[in-house]
């Protein structure tokens, strides 16, 4: 079982910026072992989508709407995934999970944190 845990999420304005974090951990499968992390967001009355996905081999996928301004990175030494979002827009608004899938297959998700763009 792994457990995924996001931070660095809260309230900016547009233009700045935000980095999430989030710390795999509660097993021994490093995410260097994952098939593939990324983020995921859903803002109020849409469904989740995808904003940033790398795989095991390095190869990291955006969607237009993020593509130039957000960045996913990944820490095998700290089991850690990040997303450095820059030039906030209010549409950015959205819970925003992390999401890691294994080798067979099984999907594990964060509880989410809150970006919320705003002036």
């Known amino acids: 079982q792994v457990q995924l845990v996001e931070s660095g999420g809260g309230l900016v304005q547009p233009g700045e910026s935000l980095r999430l974090s989030c710390v795999a951990s509660?097993?021994?499968?490093?995410?260097?072992?994952?098939?593939?992390v990324g983020w995921y967001r859903q803002a109020p009355g849409k469904e989740r989508e995808l904003v940033a996905d790398?795989?095991?081999?390095?190869?990291?996928m955006y969607p237009d709407s993020v593509k130039g301004r957000f960045t996913i990175s990944r820490d095998f030494a700290k089991n850690e995934i990040y997303l450095q979002m820059n030039s906030l827009k209010p549409e950015d608004t959205a819970v925003y999970y992390c999401?890691?899938?294994?080798?067979?297959?099984?999907?594990?998700w964060g509880q989410g944190t809150q970006v919320t763009v705003s002036s």
């Open positions: 999401h890691a899938q294994n080798l067979r297959g099984v999907e594990y």
């Open positions: 509660g097993s021994s499968q490093s995410i260097a072992y994952m098939y593939g």
């Open positions: 790398i795989t095991s081999g390095g190869t990291t």
